[in-house]
């Protein structure tokens, strides 16, 4: 166990509907990331948070958000859904922004229909 | 970051050690070597991590050659829960985005 959670485990959208999925990171870590993972695929990175701000981006469109928040607790969303989308989001917690070794959360299983 | 390239899949039997090799050619000066095993529907979990010659911990070993142009992940005695995808990845410390560039992994099968 990592000490990372992520909310929900599974979710359901039909397409160009919102959702956001939330994150809390490890005790004592104040660095968020989150990647996406299709089916048979590697993780690939959308964004990571550290002391709140947007430290990095991949390429991702901007209908991927996120926040991170005081707590260092983070949320993604993802705007006007698309079937693409379906895959598994898993955040990922460290302590600074320079390389630190992440650990992962369970995931969060979207599907988009 | 680095690319890195490693086979597709290996399969190996219970109490057999296991050696993943992964290349990373373009290996740069400041760029560290991590390995992470993940199971279906589960984040990646750190292995192990080095930067040169050879680092062991409680659950495998790694061997990075003076080149650093390859590294081997080495598994003692596989069990059958040791099934899983086994990711290569290198990348630099203190940068300024901790960003992890994961290629398609190894899925190391391990029969009884």
């Known amino acids: 166990e990592t000490g990372v959670t992520q909310s929900p485990t599974h979710l359901i959208k039909t397409r160009g509907q919102q959702v956001t999925l939330r994150c809390s990171s490890q005790?004592?870590?104040?660095?968020v990331s989150w990647y996406q993972q299709a089916l048979g695929q590697g993780p690939q990175f959308i964004f990571q948070y550290y002391r709140e701000e947007e430290n990095g981006r991949g390429n991702f469109p901007p209908r991927f958000s996120g926040l991170q928040f005081p707590n260092y607790s983070s949320e993604l969303n993802v705007n006007a859904l698309e079937l693409d989308d379906s895959a598994l989001y898993l955040c990922?917690?460290?302590f600074g922004q320079g390389g630190e070794t992440q650990y992962f959360g369970p995931g969060t299983r979207l599907l988009v229909l | 970051l680095a690319k890195t390239t490693q086979p597709i899949s290996m399969d190996s039997y219970e109490g057999q050690e296991v050696n993943i090799t992964c290349s990373h050619n373009n290996i740069a000066t400041n760029d560290y070597i991590t390995w992470y095993q993940q199971f279906p529907s589960q984040g990646p979990r750190f292995i192990i991590q080095?930067?040169?010659t050879k680092v062991t911990n409680e659950v495998a070993s790694l061997f990075i050659p003076a080149d650093r142009k390859s590294s081997t992940l080495s598994l003692p005695r596989v069990s059958l829960s040791d099934t899983a995808v086994y990711y290569c990845?290198?990348?630099?410390?203190?940068?300024?985005?901790?960003?992890?560039?994961f290629g398609t992994g190894t899925l190391l099968a391990v029969q009884p």
């Open positions: 990845l290198v990348g630099a410390y203190g940068g300024a985005t901790n960003k992890l560039i």
């Open positions: 005790s004592g870590h104040n660095t």
């Open positions: 080095g930067y040169k």
């Open positions: 990922a917690s460290s």
